[in-house]
């Protein structure tokens, strides 16, 4: 499948590597491992893949013995797995290098010796465990792999066309008109219910078949609890606890996660290594409260005031509908045909921050809750910065709207509050692109363009 961050992996390539290994960090399951090993074949006379998942005692010896004998580890390396390095024409591969921190450490000396490239997959690259009596090299360039986007999803449908007809009518502001609206919302729906998850999209081109595909998904969600109860040493319960409230939590009509959900007293410190774990192992995006939005939102981040999504849509459903151990063909269906009358408003947002975190904005939304002043009192779904900052006009306020009857209340209050701060107001909607009374209501397969 293709996938675009295999132009990032080219342009490290040509301008980083020998310089850097490269350091691929993303959720389990969405392609790492399998994008690093396409890289490889189509771009290196030879490489090896050295997984720390199943790599025995005598590979990982290799890299405590002899930093101080490359030659040797070389040596060792190309006979065990068989393969014939060649000087600045090899890359070595360390998949989940989670699992053996001490091999991360040694990329210091690796990249410094110079023979050969250096790549790296794995998830949980920040928390404790993972950096624990290693110094984190500087010879690492950084990039995360997000579950695929919608433009990926309809190249995997073999629709290499519409993606430029959107852009374009984005970038003309121009409505895409009935046909093709109606043609991009289809395949919108599908991506959104299917997910970004490489092998439940791959199943569903396959086979167009809801319960297989379902049953991918649960596996993953699976894997996630198994990670949890391995890696969240400590805290294991309170991240489980996170994790299986998120769908409760987004079906509200006020989406702020309550801690006081989990228990009664609880504390913000109490939680905030399990938040952190959540978002770092990349399965939820958190968003914060900005609580004055000017540039620098981050300047202003109340962390305790946040809402936490899924990392990946097609997960969320599978995660929320599970009453029957399946989420039955019926449901997926009716999402399908924007037939199900709840939890639309709850999945729509959770796409939208799933494609705003994939286009590489931080998520931040707006919130003042004052019961004094009404004129203050407002929510907004999400706030992005402009790309070019100027003096003022910086700030785009954006609501996201399920359904066709909606209000603007907040929208309104927000743009004439914030008048300096304000650029560009959003409404991601289901209906076509069009311009009203200086807001801009954008379809939602716009969202990524942003």
């Known amino acids: 499948m ?195 998850m490489p092998q439940a999209v791959q199943e569903y081109v396959r086979t167009r078949d809801f319960d297989k595909v379902d049953r991918i998904k649960r596996d993953i969600l699976t894997l996630y609890r198994a990670d949890i109860i391995k890696h969240a040493e400590g805290y294991e319960m309170k991240v489980e606890s996170i994790f299986d409230e998120i769908p409760a939590q987004l079906q509200k009509h006020e989406k702020r996660f309550k801690l006081s959900s989990l228990k009664k007293e609880a504390r913000f410190r109490e939680y905030e290594d399990a938040l952190f774990w959540l978002d770092d192992a990349m399965i939820a995006n958190i968003c914060y409260n900005s609580t004055e939005p000017t540039v620098g939102l981050k300047l202003n981040m109340d962390r305790l005031t946040l809402k936490c999504y899924m990392g990946d849509t097609g997960l969320l459903i599978s995660h929320a509908f599970d009453e029957n151990g399946i989420v039955s063909e019926e449901i997926y269906k009716k999402l399908l045909f924007d037939k199900l009358e709840v939890n639309k408003g709850m999945i729509v947002e959770n796409i939208v921050a799933q494609m705003l975190a994939a286009s590489g904005h931080k998520l931040y939304f707006y919130s003042n809750p004052s019961r004094d002043d009404s004129e203050s009192r407002m929510e907004i779904d999400f706030l992005i910065a402009r790309s070019k900052i100027s003096s003022r006009h910086n700030i785009s306020p954006i609501e996201v709207k399920s359904g066709k009857n909606y209000t603007l209340t907040s929208l309104r209050k927000f743009t004439k509050k914030y008048a300096e701060q304000t650029y560009i107001p959003y409404v991601l909607h289901t209906g076509d692109l069009k311009e009203e009374e200086g807001i801009v209501f954008l379809p939602l397969y716009m969202t990524p363009l942003l």
């Not at 392609?31 to 050295?50: D, N, P, Q, R, V």
């Not at 920040?126 to 690492?140: A, F, G, L, Q, T």
């Open 2 to 196: 293709k996938r675009k961050i295999y132009a990032d992996l080219e342009k490290w390539k040509k301008d980083g590597a020998g310089k850097t290994a490269l350091l691929i960090d993303g959720a389990r399951r969405v392609g790492k491992s399998y994008i690093a090993e396409a890289f490889a074949k189509a771009e290196y006379k030879t490489y090896i893949l050295i997984d720390f998942n199943r790599a025995d005692e005598d590979v990982k010896d290799l890299f405590i013995h002899y930093l101080n004998d490359l030659d040797t580890l070389f040596m060792y390396l190309s006979g065990y797995y068989n393969v014939k390095l060649h000087e600045h024409e090899s890359l070595i591969i360390f998949d989940e290098v989670q699992l053996f921190p001490k091999a991360r450490a040694a990329i210091k000396y690796l990249v410094a010796d110079g023979r050969y490239d250096y790549m790296e997959t794995g998830s949980l690259m920040s928390i404790k465990k993972n950096v624990r009596d290693i110094v984190i090299p500087s010879e690492e360039r950084h990039i995360k792999m997000h579950p695929m986007d919608f433009e990926e999803f309809l190249w995997a449908m073999e629709n290499e066309t519409l993606m430029d007809i959107i852009r374009k009518c984005y970038e003309m502001k121009k409505p895409m008109g009935q046909v093709m609206h109606r043609k991009a919302m289809d395949y919108f729906r599908q991506y959104m219910i299917i997910g970004g």
